[in-house]
């Protein structure tokens, strides 16, 4: 009981302690992942299809994906040190996009239009080029934090240093690939086949989910680790480990979506190797946990 406490303590301290733009960033966060469970519950309501360009699934998965994504990197980088100007710049970039994209992405659904490669109409072509302006805000905002946790001496414990540098990498690597789907689905409008534009980005939309989120997993199976009294050698074992387990099912869905191949048509081979991949990451999630209930820390 007493590591949960303390757990606790040290998450409410995120918000208590945190930096004024890092609760912003939690607090927006908070407001797009809520509106991704409202429409979610006018999906509910209204029907319709799930899948497709013009679909409550968008305003559904941005919501909730951007509303994680800012107050996962915002709590993430709380953990590193940098310039408090590249700080607020860097998250100040992602919490502006981020809005806009869930924004635009919901008033498009409402509209009953695609959201995409659409350039049917003047506002429809200000949307889609606006929503593309938010994507490359998000890169430089990754790029620039991408920078500063390289930086000798940003992150303290070598488990957090390691599991912040690469939840970082892959979610950069994430925003690359939906720059890709980007571009080629811009191709296959501009060539006058929007259909087509919709089923070659959407080919990548495995590898680009796969990867964005171990920004989240990966620091904070760190910070769990954190509690247990282990020296720091072995946390920075079990987060190595944790980080095989996740990069390994990530190469295999990014080379799958790079060669046109769907998950469900994988060869066995791949299915095995992820499979593997996912099991690393569960021991590393498992000894984790029972690292901490068998030897938590003692100064809590």
């Known amino acids: 009981m007493g590591t ?8 409410a301290s995120a918000w208590s302690g945190g930096r004024r733009v890092e609760r912003v960033a939690y607090l927006v966060g908070a407001v797009l992942f809520a509106a991704g469970v409202v429409h979610f519950g006018v999906f509910l309501v209204d029907g319709g299809p799930w899948e497709g ?9 941005f919501g909730v994906s951007f509303g994680v994504t800012v107050a996962t990197v915002a709590w993430v980088v709380s953990r590193v040190r940098m310039g408090e100007r590249v700080r607020v710049v860097a998250l100040g970039l992602l919490v502006v996009a981020s809005v806009v ?19 049917e109409s003047g506002v429809d072509s200000t949307i889609s080029m606006a929503l593309a302006a938010g994507g490359a805000m998000i890169v ?18 070598a488990g957090m240093r390691v599991a912040v540098r690469a939840g970082l990498v892959l979610f950069f690597c994430a925003l690359a690939v939906g720059a890709a789907m980007i571009a080629r689905g811009s191709i296959a409008v501009r060539g006058g ?21 171990a920004v989240l997993v990966l620091p904070v199976l760190a910070w769990v680790l954190g509690f247990a009294r282990w020296p720091e050698i072995a946390r920075l074992r079990v987060v190595q480990l944790a980080l095989v387990g996740y990069a390994v099912p ?17 060869p066995v081979l791949a299915d095995v190797v992820a499979v593997l991949g996912f099991a690393l990451l ?4 498992v000894l984790a946990v029972w690292g901490v209930a068998r030897f938590p820390r003692r100064d809590i």
């Open 4 to 11: 949960l406490r303390a757990m606790e303590r040290d998450l």
């Open 53 to 61: 360009p013009v679909s409550w699934r968008k305003p559904v998965t």
């Open 101 to 119: 994209e869930v924004g635009l992405i919901s008033v498009q659904a409402w509209r009953g239009v695609p959201s995409h490669f659409n350039f």
């Open 140 to 157: 430089v905002s990754a790029v620039v934090l991408l920078v500063a946790a390289f930086r000798r001496g940003a992150v303290e414990a």
């Open 193 to 213: 086949d929007p259909q087509l534009a919709y089923t070659t980005a959407g080919g990548l939309k495995p590898a680009h989910a796969m990867a964005m989120h």
């Open 250 to 266: 990530t190469v295999v869905v990014g080379v799958e979506s790079a060669v046109g191949i769907p998950p469900s048509a994988a």
């Open 282 to 285: 569960a021991l590393a999630g």
